[in-house]
């Protein structure tokens, strides 16, 4: 492990792999990673795999394109020489309220105000989508083609690849246990294999970012959630999009290996950094599921699992360099969608850091938003 | 021992793949199965864990006690969602 880094990035997950890319990929040199566990082994490496451009807020909306574009040709720009699995297998994102589906009106506005092919379907042609959907609980739908699956694991591997061969130094099971602050500003970093010299911490560690925050006396407005999602056996092939309620609460899709991976979120959950399964979201996911799509609740449950959302007040990000301590960054706060946003994390990120024009404006996401009261609610999350 | 080996029933995982990642610098158990799935199926690893804890331990010199093997997680077999959602209801009213 070197002892002097010119920047050093908190956190291997989608956002720590792609910062340190994009850093590396502008010219950064000395940039050093450091991994409390293995890479990926966080949120991203929890979470429910799909990515999309339907959101309701402008930001979002422009965030998540700027991804996608990324995403649909990361293979080539990272020279991966395996495989993100990418599947613009589409969201069909399903109301059965009329409050949602006037909602979802309002979201295409702003998504097509973005370029973003998103549109309203009956429930006829969801039906035509999603076979197996029970539409006679629905009141409508709206659906976007480019939306899909993405491999997250694959994903981040390709990020972490191609950071390493541009000569970034990855240390995993490496915890941070302090950071030096002299004069208000960054001079170096502790962890349990040693100390490392460095100006400047990113903190990329989403739902352990305030632990490392209050090292430097930085309190963040955020809070970290369990969710939990589950997995089936995998079987032939029979659903395309990701479906998606926010009301009914559940996302479901079906991976390219053929196994359906779904989770829903509970509004009773203890904001910790617990991540046990729970016998009630297995009922609770069981019982939505068969409601909703009858024959998927044929499937046989072969796991479980729980990752940790870290939530923001407004459900966005905060990409900011914070100015009570000299040297110190924030990617944080992503409130359930860190790994679709990760080319755009990366970008903003290593722009912001090396004083470069910014290619994606983004700093309506600044930190002090909160304290200002600027914020802009995301009211499209699961 | 031939390379082309399965170790992993489940997801198709052969002993050359599993051995070119420790190669590589994956030396745990999850890291390997996040990238090439093994673990990941209906056994949950019962049957490949052992094989590829043996593998990073052969490759690395530590014992296999010292290897961690991923987290154990519900159900322990195969359950129809169906049947969870059934009892979940019977017993709710």
Same mark, same amino acid.
């Given at each position: ?382 | ?23 590589? *610098?994956? $030396?745990?158990?999850? +890291? %390997?199965?996040?990238? @090439?799935?093994?673990? &990941?199926?209906?056994? #949950?690893?019962?049957?490949? *864990?052992? $094989?590829?804890?043996? +593998? %990073?331990?052969?490759? @690395?010199?530590?014992? &296999?006690?010292?290897? #961690? ?25």
């Amino acid at each position: 492990m070197k002892n002097r880094a010119d920047i050093v990035i908190i956190g291997a997950g989608m956002s720590g792999c792609s910062i340190a890319y994009n850093l590396a990929v502008r010219g950064a040199k000395n940039i050093v990673v450091l991994e409390k566990s293995f890479i990926c082994s966080g949120s991203t490496g929890a979470c429910g795999a799909g990515f999309r451009m339907q959101w309701g807020t402008e930001m979002n909306c422009r965030m998540s394109k700027f991804s996608t574009e990324f995403f649909e040709h990361a293979n080539e720009i990272l020279e991966y020489d395996g495989d993100i699995e990418l599947r613009q297998s589409g969201y069909l994102m399903i109301a059965d309220t009329e409050k949602e589906l006037t909602q979802f009106r309002k979201n295409i506005e702003v998504q097509h105000a973005c370029g973003i092919p998103s549109r309203m379907v009956s429930l006829e042609e969801a039906k035509e989508i999603v076979p197996h959907l029970n539409t006679d609980i629905l009141s409508g739908a709206a659906y976007c083609q480019k939306d899909g699956f993405l491999n997250p694991h694959k994903t981040t591997d390709a990020f972490y690849r191609a950071a390493r061969r541009l000569g970034v130094e990855f240390n995993t099971f490496t915890e941070l246990t302090g950071i030096r602050v002299e004069k208000g500003r960054i001079v170096g970093v502790e962890t349990n294999r040693g100390y490392i010299e460095t100006r400047i911490v990113v903190n990329a560690a989403n739902a352990w970012s305030q632990g490392i925050a209050k090292m430097v006396g930085v309190e963040l407005p955020l809070y970290s959630e369990r969710h939990q999602i589950l997995v089936t056996e995998p079987v032939e092939h029979m659903q395309d999009p990701m479906v998606m309620a926010f009301n009914l609460n559940l996302y479901v899709q079906q991976s390219p290996h053929g196994s359906f991976i779904m989770g829903r979120s509970d509004s009773s959950e203890p904001r910790d950094l617990r991540r046990t399964s729970s016998w009630h979201f297995l009922e609770e996911m069981a019982k939505t599921i068969d409601r909703v799509l009858p024959p998927i609740g044929q499937l046989r449950v072969v796991r479980q699992w729980a990752g940790l959302y870290n939530m923001s007040p407004d459900r966005q990000p905060i990409y900011d360099k914070v100015e009570q301590v000299e040297g110190f960054y924030v990617a944080v706060g992503f409130s359930g969608h860190g790994f679709m946003f990760g080319p755009v994390t990366g970008t903003v990120m290593a722009e912001m850091i090396l004083g470069l024009e910014p290619s994606i404006d983004a700093s309506r996401l600044k930190l002090s938003r909160f304290a200002e009261g600027k914020l802009f609610t995301e009211p499209s999350v699961v | 021992m031939d390379e082309n080996t399965i170790i992993c029933r489940c997801s198709d995982v052969t002993l050359k793949e599993i051995r070119a990642l420790i190669a590589q *610098g994956y $030396l745990s158990f999850d +890291e %390997i199965k996040r990238i @090439t799935r093994v673990g &990941m199926g209906p056994c #949950q690893g019962k049957t490949c *864990g052992q $094989l590829v804890l043996r +593998e %990073i331990a052969n490759a @690395t010199g530590q014992s &296999m006690a010292e290897l #961690q093997f991923h987290q154990l997680r519900p159900p322990v077999v195969g359950v129809k969602l169906h049947l969870i959602a059934e009892e979940a209801e019977r017993h709710e009213e």
